[in-house]
T-cell receptor, first 110, second 116 residues
Framework: GQNIDQPTEMTATEGAIVQINCTYQ??????LFWYQQHAGEAPTFLSY????GLEEKGRFSSFLSRSKGYSYLLLKELQMKDSASYLC???????????FGPGTRLSVLP | SAVISQKPSRDICQRGTSLTIQCQVD?????MFWYRQQPGQSLTLIAT?????????ESGFVIDKFPISRPNLTFSTLTVSNMSPEDSSIYLC?????????????FGPGTRLTVL
């Protein structure tokens, strides 16, 4: 079966660093994606990992360990506008379908 | 990256009626995807629509309830049939093919449906 887990909610302070974890069990693996979704808006693409290791992109970094079925999204120098839901998604072994995790609602406090 | 538009952006419908949602992409794409996002929930894939063939539905979704059309490479429709309040949700279409990975999906703005 397909299963992706993320914490439901997290809270952090402006200027701090936060790590959002994602664990997955899927039928095959063809990449892991992180999306950001502000309330009332569509998800927007943040990052992509297909090989083990860290991908850095400005204030955002994403890590993948395929053997552990684990990823995290690291957000540095948090800003108020980073308050949003963060969705972890895995592309399955057939290479076509995305399976989305439940999302983590991040609140950044002043 | 693709630009995707959806119509309508929102609607309030009566129980038992049907609503057709349109999705238009500014470039030709092979696959289009329809998702549902219920309040406070994540995205659930309804079906994948390929041009020139029947849509492929995910477990729990059937063609009679969610008929899909894909008449060309830039357009698709999803119909929510015989609606009930449980169908109240945001419906999103998406396509894939970003520049970064070539695989990430881009989403339309969504259609917010409320069934009374």
């Amino acid at each position: 079966g397909q299963n992706i887990d993320q914490p439901t909610e997290m809270t952090a302070t402006e200027g701090a660093i936060v790590q959002i974890n994602c664990t997955y069990q899927t039928s095959g693996f063809n990449g892991l994606f992180w999306y950001q979704q502000h309330a009332g808006e569509a998800p927007t693409f943040l990052s992509y990992n297909v090989l083990d290791g860290l991908e850095e992109k400005g204030r955002f970094s994403s890590f993948l360990s395929r053997s552990k079925g684990y990823s995290y999204l690291l957000l540095k120098e948090l800003q108020m506008k980073d308050s949003a839901s963060y969705l972890c998604a895995v592309r399955d072994g057939y290479g076509q379908n995305f399976v989305f995790g439940p999302g983590t609602r991040l609140s950044v406090l002043p | 990256s693709a630009v995707i538009s959806q119509k309508p952006s929102r609607d309030i419908c009566q129980r038992g009626t049907s609503l057709t949602i349109q999705c238009q992409v500014d470039s030709q794409v092979t696959m289009m995807f329809w998702y549902r996002q219920q309040p406070g929930q994540s995205l659930t894939l309804i079906a994948t629509a390929n041009q020139g063939s029947e849509a492929t539905y995910e477990s729990g979704f059937v063609i009679d309830k969610f008929p899909i059309s894909r008449p060309n490479l830039t357009f698709s429709t999803l119909t929510v049939s015989n609606m009930s309040p449980e169908d109240s949700s945001i419906y999103l279409c998406s396509v894939e093919g970003g520049r970064v990975s070539g695989n990430e999906q881009f989403f339309g703005p969504g259609t917010r449906l409320t069934v009374l």
